[in-house]
């Protein structure tokens, strides 16, 4: 296993701990609105220091993306980032719903090479490495094996900052009701991404992503045996923050019936 993934998974585990211990007391969490819908806790920002502080003892060079303190250049050249979630859910945790996780990748170069997803509530940990294949509890897993989208079971997520794409939403949403399995909207984008890895979903499509909601989860997917694009079927997700993604059959039915819903000024 690669030096910096082990490190990332401790990191993980220590805001895990954090979190899980937080969760018996939600009573007594001090909740605070960035803005309409979008809230973030005492846990939050005790589980992202954490884990700054467990990568920076190890790799204290690397630069730092992370959602709640934004971004910290390191020591170096800016070659190597980290990207940061401590607490992926954060309404669902508010709620007392247990579908949250901690999302983890390091880039070198703008290109996600290791990545940790941990579910603090099933102690479930995923975990990826570009070349290396990924791994739940350090079992490989693949993608799963169907083919038709008629068959298949699609995640996502709703709006709940800008609405201003909610009727284009609901017109994909409507379609895709129609010709898939079931559609399913938990909340927790990384653990979205991290369920087309290991076949739990056969596809995802989101808008308007941060690039830590999805930075480690892509490389689970595309380490697993999946896809995953932009709206235009290209790799700039993380800077567009639009992401489909599925097994290799399903998600180019899926990405098309996105695409022939978009208006131009959408696509990216």
């Given at each position: 296993?690669?030096?910096?993934?082990?490190?990332?998974?401790?990191?993980?585990?220590?805001?895990?701990?954090?979190?899980?211990?937080?969760?018996?007391?939600?009573?007594?969490?001090?909740?605070?609105?960035?803005?309409?819908?979008?809230?973030?806790?005492?846990?939050?920002?005790?589980?992202?220091?954490?884990?700054?502080?467990?990568?920076?003892?190890?790799?204290?060079?690397?630069?730092?993306?992370?959602?709640?303190?934004?971004?910290?250049?390191?020591?170096?050249?800016?070659?190597?980032?980290?990207?940061i979630d401590p607490l992926d859910g954060t309404t669902n945790f508010i709620h007392g719903m247990p579908q949250y996780a901690v999302s983890?990748?390091?880039?070198?170069?703008?290109?996600?090479?290791?990545?940790?997803?941990?579910?603090?509530?099933?102690?479930?940990?995923?975990?990826?490495?570009?070349?290396?294949?990924?791994?739940?509890?350090?079992?490989?897993?693949?993608?799963?094996?169907?083919?038709?989208?008629?068959?298949?079971?699609?995640?996502?997520?709703?709006?709940?900052?800008?609405?201003?794409?909610?009727?284009?939403?609901?017109?994909?949403?409507?379609?895709?009701?129609?010709?898939?399995?079931?559609?399913?909207?938990?909340?927790?984008?990384?653990?979205?991404?991290?369920?087309?890895?290991?076949?739990?979903?056969?596809?995802?499509?989101?808008?308007?992503?941060?690039?830590?909601?999805?930075?480690?989860?892509?490389?689970?997917?595309?380490?697993?045996?999946?896809?995953?694009?932009?709206?235009?079927?290209?790799?700039?997700?993380?800077?567009?923050?639009?992401?489909?993604?599925?097994?290799?059959?399903?998600?180019?039915?899926?990405?098309?019936?996105?695409?022939?819903?978009?208006?131009?000024?959408?696509?990216?």
């Amino acid at each position: 296993m690669h030096p910096a993934l082990n490190i990332a998974i401790k990191a993980a585990r220590r805001a895990g701990h954090i979190i899980n211990r937080a969760s018996n007391d939600l009573d007594l969490l001090k909740v605070t609105a960035k803005q309409p819908n979008d809230f973030v806790t005492e846990v939050d920002k005790a589980a992202e220091a954490a884990i700054i502080q467990t990568l920076q003892e190890a790799y204290p060079n690397y630069g730092i993306l992370a959602e709640e303190s934004g971004e910290t250049a390191g020591k170096g050249d800016g070659e190597y980032q980290w990207i940061i979630d401590p607490l992926d859910g954060t309404t669902n945790f508010i709620h007392g719903m247990p579908q949250y996780a901690v999302s983890i990748a390091l880039a070198k170069g703008g290109v996600v090479e290791q990545a940790v997803v941990f579910d603090p509530n099933r102690n479930e940990l995923f975990t990826a490495s570009k070349g290396g294949g990924a791994f739940l509890n350090e079992r490989r897993i693949r993608v799963s094996r169907r083919t038709r989208l008629g068959e298949s079971l699609i995640g996502t997520g709703f709006p709940y900052r800008m609405f201003d794409k909610i009727d284009l939403y609901l017109s994909i949403f409507k379609e895709l009701a129609e010709k898939t399995a079931g559609q399913r909207r938990p909340g927790a984008a990384s653990l979205d991404l991290a369920y087309v890895a290991c076949g739990r979903y056969d596809g995802f499509w989101e808008f308007g992503l941060s690039p830590w909601d999805m930075a480690a989860g892509a490389l689970l997917i595309s380490e697993a045996g999946g896809l995953v694009s932009d709206l235009r079927g290209e790799a700039s997700y993380l800077e567009t923050g639009n992401l489909v993604a599925g097994t290799p059959k399903v998600f180019g039915p899926l990405l098309k019936i996105i695409q022939d819903k978009l208006p131009d000024s959408v696509r990216g």
